[in-house]
């Protein structure tokens, strides 16, 4: 527990943006948190996931959030996700969600925005 809170400190830290770096097959940004996050947490499958789904829902809403939030019922059973990925508009309305059967993330809970093509941590926005 005591990484994850080093990591959400480390995380906070992350105001705008320095850089942009690409996914060119899908041609979305993301910023040097979202970076550091991938890199810190081997989470690039993170990366992909929300850019490709957010990518999708962009007719919806030019803003994206991005909720993942693990299953933390210690009675979880095979045909219970590991976590869940939730998108919305930002105004309180779910587009839709994904769910993830195993995980091994570290964060029980982490918010992203997607805006103008780019994945970002709230703080960068």
Not at 16 to 28: L, W
Not at 68 to 75: A, G, V
Request: include cysteine; proline fraction near 2%; charged fraction near 25%.
């Amino acid at each position: 527990m005591e990484e994850q809170e080093q990591l959400k400190e480390a995380l906070a830290q992350f105001y705008g943006t320095e850089k942009f770096y690409s996914i060119a097959m899908i041609k979305t940004r993301f910023t040097d948190g979202i970076k550091y996050l991938a890199e810190q947490t081997n989470c690039f499958w993170l990366v992909t996931d929300t850019s490709i789904m957010a990518k999708s829902l962009m007719d919806k809403s030019c803003f994206i959030t991005i909720d993942f939030k693990k299953n933390l019922n210690e009675e979880r059973n095979i045909s219970c996700p590991d976590a869940v990925i939730t998108y919305g508009d930002g105004n309180g309305h779910d587009l839709c969600s994904q769910e993830y059967y195993v995980t091994d993330f570290p964060f029980d809970e982490l918010r992203l925005f997607f805006v103008d093509g780019t994945l970002m941590l709230p703080g960068e926005y």
